[in-house]
């Protein structure tokens, strides 16, 4: 990569990462710049909203099951919300781009195509974690259709999902 691929880049994507505002002295990933010392979760916050080039934006949402760095979801557990989130909240929208969990195993990033209401994520996500309740068997846990299919946990994601929904009242409350 020549020299000038690299000033052009960096030129033209860094005030598009925060909808023109240039911003210094901040890390390019939104989380890192986010204190998990003083969140409480359970919640659901907006980590990031992006604006493509033509004009379409994608929202991001920091879907928070448990405590940073108190506790955490087990890996089968979070595999298996991350296969029936998945594949369940796209019969309640098709806005749904991507589901994917985080490394920490503390939660979930939900992004979605626009810019919709937030009171209507969390009902997409409550009705979501309903059918996820309801679910008799992991969607798409076979060696054919996922990349590790003996690890997931139905009852353990079942379990997550309860306990989320149980504070259904305050995921819209980030911090004490
Ligand atoms: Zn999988």
Redesign the pocket.
Known sequence: MSDCTLTLASDATHPLKYNGQIMTEKMNVESFNLDHRTVVAPYVRVADRKVLPHGDQLTKYDVRFTQPNTAHLDMPSV?SI??LFAEKSRNHSDAVIDFGPMGCQTGFYLILAGDPAYDDVLALIEATFTDILAATEVP??NETQ????S?HSLEGAQAAVRAMLAERDTWSSVTA
């Open positions: 595999h991350e296969h798409a846990a996922c990349g590790w299919g690890n």
